[in-house]
């Protein structure tokens, strides 16, 4: 005999997994923010020591820009690695939520390349630096806003308005200045965050 269809038992079973993603993600999110972190302080400031070396500005090199990009390339693997473990063997919508979060990311920033694209062909090249750092920064900060309020994590929602704040000042301090904004308070940040989310870790 087949059992009736309890609802609220299957609503139990989709909370009990959401809650076990939240809690993995929880345990991921510090190394997450760290490796973040310090990609943005060691790359912006990479950028930074590069264009201030010149009496006019001139834009990034080829290796303070492969230093960075290295840098977010490497945070980007220990990301997807960590969010991989969290949400191995979960589906529905769990899974559903996850991947169009990911896809978020990709989508938001692969956008973002071709208007700032399109800025450095028909504007100026400070201009186009300007927009890449702050614009890059706006991004993440949009998205960590968008996770927060999605995974309900405080902690992501108050990084998230945090790092839109920086992507906006950093748009006014110029194409020299704007990678030290974003390299210092950006990084910094994510840094703090990642201190905050394994206090919270060890108080749970």
Excluded: C, K
Excluded at 181 to 197: I, N, R, S
């Amino acid at each position: 005999m087949t059992e009736a269809f309890d609802p609220g038992e299957a609503l139990g079973m989709i909370e009990d997994e959401e809650s076990r993603v939240r809690r993995a993600l929880a345990v991921n999110l510090p190394v997450q923010l760290l490796a973040w972190g310090v990609a943005w302080l060691v790359g912006f400031l990479a950028l930074w020591l590069d264009v201030r070396a010149h009496s006019s500005y001139t834009p990034p090199g080829t290796l303070s820009s492969l230093v960075f990009f290295a840098l977010l390339l490497v945070a980007g693997v220990v990301t997807a690695i960590a969010t991989t473990r969290a949400t191995r063997g979960v589906g529905g919508r769990t899974a559903r939520t996850g991947a169009r979060l990911g896809l978020g990311w990709g989508v938001g920033y692969g956008g973002f390349v071709l208007v700032a694209g399109g800025v450095a062909v028909y504007g100026t090249p400070e201009a186009a630096s300007v927009m890449m750092t702050a614009g890059a920064v706006l991004i993440a900060g949009l998205m960590y806003l968008l996770s927060g309020a999605v995974w309900d994590d405080p902690l992501l929602v108050r990084l998230g308005v945090g790092i839109i704040a920086v992507g906006g000042v950093a748009s006014w301090t110029g194409p020299v200045w704007a990678p030290l904004v974003a390299g210092v308070a950006g990084g910094g940040g994510l840094l703090v965050a990642a201190g905050l989310a394994v206090a919270r870790r060890r108080r749970a």
